[in-house]
């Protein structure tokens, strides 16, 4: 049975800082790309970054870009997200997610729909 459990959320001011894990079980851990996705209140679940099975690329949303990165270490099973520089705005529900291959357009690759397993997700509050 494949689990992916994010940890690390929690309440932080503008301008603060959170590492976000997600621990993988029951699947090759080092042959999936990896993504991070969000859902904030009365929105949409979107993308935020992805990582290939090797780690040598990553992908950011443009919100997230030169604040966020998403980096794993397949000995571990986990994957994190580094946030820093948090806004009000970056306050949502933040999901892990794997997919069993590395989608050769951007498009794909912030299509949920290619993604095989979720996380239950991890709250992220940002306070202004």
């Known amino acids: 049975q494949v689990r992916l459990v994010e940890s690390g959320g929690g309440l932080v001011q503008t301008g603060a800082s959170l590492r976000l894990s997600c621990a993988a079980s029951g699947l090759t851990f080092s042959s999936y790309t990896m993504a991070w996705f969000r859902q904030a209140p009365g929105k949409e679940r979107e993308f935020v970054a992805a990582i290939s099975w090797s780690g040598v690329s990553t992908y950011y949303a443009d919100s997230v870009k030169d604040r966020f990165t998403i980096s794993r270490d397949n000995a571990k099973n986990t994957v994190y997200l580094q946030m820093n520089s948090l806004r009000p705005e970056d306050t949502a529900v933040y999901y892990c997610?794997?997919?069993?291959?590395?989608?050769?357009?951007?498009?794909?690759?912030?299509?949920?729909?290619?993604?095989?397993?979720w996380g239950q997700g991890t709250q992220v509050t940002v306070s202004s």
């Open positions: 997610a794997a997919a069993s291959y590395w989608p050769n357009t951007i498009v794909v690759l912030r299509t949920q729909g290619v993604y095989n397993y």
